[in-house]
């Protein structure tokens, strides 16, 4: 069983950044394509960004691009999802996710594993 376990959530004024990690359990974390989604009541889950195994090829939801950047360091089995210039509407729930094909990041149903999620609120 693969296991991903986010931190790094918290409180952020709009405007600010955040840096959230998962840290992967196993030997086996760069055969993986990673990435985020994230989650707000009453709404469906919602992909954020996604990386290829290598860390050559990443994705973007529009409502993200340029402002967030996801990046791997495979030696620490962990993937990174650095924020900037956060809006409020960037308040979710954001789960770390694994699967074993990056085109699965199309669709949260695809995705093989999950992390707990880790808690993000900006205020305004």
């Known amino acids: 069983q693969v296991q991903l376990v986010e931190s790094g959530g918290g409180l952020v004024q709009a405007g600010g950044s955040l840096r959230v990690s998962c840290v992967a359990s196993?030997?086996?974390?760069?055969?993986?394509?990673m990435g985020w989604f994230r989650q707000v009541p009453g709404k469906e889950r919602e992909f954020v960004a996604s990386?290829?195994?290598?860390?050559?090829?990443?994705n973007y939801a529009d409502s993200v691009k340029g402002r967030f950047t996801i990046s791997r360091n495979n030696a620490k089995n962990t993937v990174y999802l650095q924020m900037n210039s956060l809006k409020p509407e960037d308040t979710a729930v954001y789960y770390c996710a694994a699967a074993l094909y990056y085109s699965r990041f199309h669709t949260s149903y695809d995705i093989d594993y999950w992390g707990q999620g880790t808690q993000v609120t900006v205020s305004s």
């Open positions: 990386i290829s195994s290598s860390g050559g090829s990443t």
């Open positions: 196993g030997r086996t974390f760069s055969m993986y394509a």
